[in-house]
């Protein structure tokens, strides 16, 4: 992975745990047709299961980097996920998917 997979045992597994978590984070994150219905879905996922997935995710960070001493896999993730949370509050407003839920995320990924 071009040294951004950890050679220490516990801290792949903390990358490993970020990774699959934002990845589910993402993959869950309710669709429809119809868009008020998609909005009230989406709403309900961001303080509902969301904010719980999110919450592990800031108790799972290490630091300095997200899985510990050295930038990994699982900073870009969290950038990813970061700048796609920060995109759809700017495009879609939502109005319980407030970017205050995830200001630890943006915080590690400013320091990149």
């Given at each position: 992975?071009?040294?951004l997979y950890?050679?220490?045992?516990?801290?792949?597994?903390?990358?490993?745990?970020?990774?699959?978590?934002?990845?589910?984070?993402?993959?869950?994150?309710?669709?429809?047709?119809?868009?008020?219905?998609?909005?009230?879905?989406?709403?309900?996922?961001?303080?509902?299961?969301?904010?719980?997935?999110?919450?592990?995710?800031?108790?799972?960070?290490?630091?300095?980097?997200?899985?510990?001493?050295?930038?990994?896999?699982?900073?870009?993730?969290?950038?990813?996920?970061?700048?796609?949370?920060?995109?759809?509050?700017?495009?879609?407003?939502?109005?319980?998917?407030?970017?205050?839920?995830?200001?630890?995320?943006?915080?590690?990924?400013?320091?990149?």
């Open positions: 992975m071009g040294g950890p050679t220490d045992l516990e801290t792949a597994l903390i990358c490993d745990s970020i990774v699959d978590t934002v990845l589910d984070l993402m993959a869950k994150t309710p669709g429809h047709d119809d868009a008020d219905e998609k909005k009230r879905l989406r709403e309900e996922y961001a303080a509902g299961k969301m904010k719980s997935y999110c919450t592990v995710l800031e108790d799972t960070i290490e630091g300095p980097y997200a899985a510990g001493a050295e930038f990994s896999i699982a900073d870009l993730k969290l950038f990813f996920f970061t700048d796609m949370v920060r995109m759809l509050v700017l495009i879609v407003h939502h109005s319980s998917f407030t970017i205050s839920l995830y200001k630890p995320f943006i915080l590690v990924c400013c320091r990149y």
